[in-house]
């Protein structure tokens, strides 16, 4: 990345010396040498034969260096060649770590310690008595994670057991660190449930034919993790608040990606079989009735042959895919295109991959080995070739998680030597990799789909989603993904009323992908009519908030902020009052029951909004509001300062509520998001007495071009005049740079 440098916010251009370590691992992933594998072999049947049994081996330190200021790394036993940073080909954004500043190691030292035993690595991380841990990937069951046991398994969905999209092994403390294990292995995670006999500070000894307070799950003092392999790279990294530790893992592993704007619009997915016409006949009808979208997904019907996949157009259904992809492109109407990685035999490209495939079939399609170069090289050239050169913008890359029976099984092995766990860890990722590369080549940037995910993957443009489809436990999934350098969407498909429609698409409208995926229920935003003028205008607003979300995203990618914020990472969450704060004494039993709850309901997009979704059956809910005062995104009004409120918002209204000193830029309602060059009117609000600031970011929207500093961050800032009143200023976007908007206007939001 040339801009790996800096945000433009910042001076800061020192380059990190500990950055080659990375790039050498890099390199490798490309490639597993034989001669490397055989020497392994011969290592570890030397250390075989020096454990004497029964001896134990003993409990060491880990041995910390620093990488980046607030990053540490250490290594135990012989990490494996390929792990989950370098499948990712993740490179730290240097400059963006140094602008945040060294810092302390976050834990206590003496604490770390790992232990190799029999071919497999144990590692120990304190846990104080107080402390809450989150993260650990995506989960639609929980944020909290402090008291669980979790085997972190790329899978489509497992409930609790740690078998997930994307089980990333990196968790967040709310005492402000991370600690991140670079292993592309099934990691086994006890999240304060081990009770160690040499525990400091072990938990009271209770009877239970006596004691009513007997706890059959006593909490342990240490996070520990079974790496089963024979070694692991391990990575701390300082907050000093948990959303500073999060910034830090998404910078160390490239920055978050920066979608294209079209990408932040709104996308509907047809129907599996639906032909060039009727996809024509859509797209009309969502202009005619003035409905916005910017992208289109085709679902498995435009291969000429799917499960597994030909990558071909089939020609009944699209003649002529070269003008019917720029015909939709004239209109401002993206392609997206929907895969799963298996090569059919009715393939042009199966001959071809076949020699660099995996043992095992998926619905008898090829599994390529995309670690290695030529296998990577053949699918990439068809694919640009094919799709990416006549126009289309982006993939949905789907049936890379699992569900075991539709996987290759544990037994598979692959012409790279890496073993097929380590492959289903990072499957997704090489996906997501290859076909960014593909269209960052053509300079162009893309936004889509993919079922799997895993750590270091926080620079690709890509989305998870999946067929579970409870809303509640999307909206718990949204949280979750913001610890990880995860994007997940709540999409919609049908409902069983107007009501859930309405409040499926406005969370989805709150969401880092705003679609309605309509593939088997053929379901279109209007489909119930009851609500249809409700759906129109929280999908306009989603348009009208475009330059707040891409500005949200720029931090992402620059300063490492996830664009959803789960409450744990916001500021003032947790803490009650005003601005001098309630003593946790003085707290009522909501307040206190407020803070027992798992935090999985509401959550922040960006610095200032706080959504908190409805689901159908409800006419109210609690907002839990971190500490400050809060205002009513849409009247300006007062709601409450660092309280639990009941909000009694309407069917048509989704809950959103704005910091004090909150700015937010929108643009006109619109049905396509601005294109490169486009220049529109900016409304600026600001909410609440207090003053703020704003630095909005724009480019072209486009290309990779931001990559090479053609970009620009403009500040906002609202002041207390003389006269008591608040006035607005704006600052001169650098000359030269993109800067697509032009007649500001104020509006300042609640009475004074
Ligand atoms: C599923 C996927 C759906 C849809 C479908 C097409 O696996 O989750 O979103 O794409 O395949 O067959």
């Not at 004497?52 to 980046?68: E, L, N, Y």
């Not at 997930?164 to 006890?190: C, D, E, I, Q």
């Not at 067929?467 to 436990?473: L, N």
């Not at 500021?571 to 206190?592: I, K, N, S």
Request: aromatic share 12%; with cysteine.
């Amino acid at each position: 990345m040339i801009d790996s440098t800096s945000s433009g916010r910042s001076n800061a251009t020192r380059r990190f010396s500990g950055n080659a370590g990375l790039h050498r691992l890099c390199a490798q992933a490309e490639g597993v040498p034989v001669r490397e594998t055989v020497a392994r072999l011969l290592v570890l049947l030397m250390a075989l034969c020096c454990v004497v049994p029964g001896s134990g081996a003993d409990w060491q330190a880990f041995s910390w260096s620093m990488v980046a200021p607030g990053v540490w790394k250490a290594e135990v036993g012989t990490p494996e060649r390929v792990g989950l940073l370098n499948a990712a080909g993740a490179e730290p954004r240097t400059g963006a770590l140094e602008t945040m500043g060294a810092a302390a190691f976050p834990i206590d030292a003496v604490a770390t310690r790992f232990i190799e035993i029999n071919g497999r690595v144990s590692l120990r991380f304190p846990l104080g008595s107080e402390e809450e841990i989150y993260g650990l990937g995506l989960d639609f069951n929980r944020v909290r994670q402090t008291g669980t046991i979790q085997t972190l398994h790329v899978d489509h969905w497992g409930g609790t057991s740690g078998r997930t999209h994307a089980p990333v092994p990196f968790y967040v403390s709310n005492r402000g660190y991370g600690v991140f294990v670079n292993s592309a292995r099934y990691l086994k995670v006890y999240v304060g449930t081990g009770l160690r006999t040499d525990s400091a500070a072990p938990p009271p000894v209770l009877d239970r034919n006596r004691d009513r307070n007997w706890d059959p799950n006593p909490r342990g003092d240490s996070v520990e993790v079974l790496v089963p392999a024979a070694g692991a790279e391990i990575y701390v990294f300082a907050g000093p608040t948990a959303l500073e530790s999060v910034r830090r893992f998404n910078l160390f592993c490239g920055g978050g990606c920066l979608p294209p704007k079209w990408g932040l619009g709104f996308t509907h997915r047809t129907p599996t079989l639906y032909t060039d016409e009727q996809l024509k006949a859509e797209v009309d009808e969502f202009e005619r009735r003035g409905f916005p979208l910017d992208f289109v997904g085709l679902e498995p019907g435009w291969h000429s042959g799917s499960y597994p996949c030909t990558f071909e157009w089939d020609k009944d259904r699209f003649p002529d895919p070269v003008r019917f992809v720029s015909e939709m492109k004239e209109r401002r109407i993206r392609l997206n295109l929907w895969m799963n990685p298996y090569v059919a035999p009715a393939s042009s490209l199966y001959a071809k991959l076949k020699p660099w495939s995996g043992s095992h079939e998926v619905w008898n399609g090829l599994v390529p080995d995309y670690l290695l170069p030529e296998p990577k090289a053949i699918f990439s050239e068809h694919l640009d070739r094919e799709l990416v050169s006549i126009g289309v913008s982006g993939f949905k890359i789907d049936e890379v998680d699992g569900f075991d029976s539709w996987l290759w099984p544990d037994v598979a092995t692959f012409p790279s030597g890496v073993d097929s766990e380590q492959m289903r860890q990072v499957y997704g990722v090489l996906m997501q990799r290859m076909t960014t590369e593909v269209f960052r080549k053509r300079n162009e940037r893309t936004y889509g789909l993919v079922r799997a995910s895993n750590g270091g993957a926080v620079r690709f443009p890509y989305v998870i989603y999946n067929d579970h489809y409870s809303h509640q436990d999307f909206i718990t999934a949204l949280c979750n993904s913001s610890f990880s350098g995860l994007l997940w969407t709540p999409e919609v498909r049908g409902s069983g009323s107007g009501e859930e429609w309405l409040r499926r698409m406005q969370s989805v409208c709150f969401s880092p992908m705003a679609m309605l995926n309509a593939w088997s229920s053929g379901t279109k935003p209007w489909s119930f009519p009851e609500v249809e003028a409700e759906v129109h205008a929280v999908t306009s607003l989603r348009m009208r908030l475009l330059p707040y979300l891409y500005t949200t995203f720029a931090q992402y990618h620059f300063e490492g902020a996830p664009p959803v914020r789960a409450m744990p990472l916001v500021d003032g969450y947790g803490r009650f009052g005003d601005v001098g704060g309630a003593q946790p004494g003085e707290l009522g039993a909501a307040h206190r029951a407020a803070l027992r709850a798992d935090p999985k309901d509401q959550f922040m997009l960006g610095d200032s909004l706080l959504v908190a979704p409805m689901f159908a059956g409800q006419t109210e809910r609690q907002v839990v509001l971190p500490q400050g005062r809060w205002y009513s995104f849409y009247t300006g009004e007062f709601v409450g300062a660092g309280e639990v409120v009941t909000v009694r918002p309407g069917l048509e209204t989704i809950p959103v509520l704005v910091r004090d000193g909150g700015i937010v830029p929108l643009i006109p309602a619109r049905t396509h998001a601005p294109k490169a060059g486009e220049i529109l009117p900016l409304e600026i609000r600001h909410y609440g007495r207090a003053e703020g600031d704003f630095d909005l970011y724009d480019d072209d929207g486009e290309t990779w071009d931001y990559e090479r500093g053609e970009f620009s961050w403009t500040r906002f800032e609202v002041r207390r005049n003389n006269a008591g009143g608040l006035t607005g200023q704006m600052t001169s976007a650098p000359a030269g740079k993109p800067f697509q908007y032009t007649n500001v206007s104020w509006r300042f939001m609640t009475p004074p």
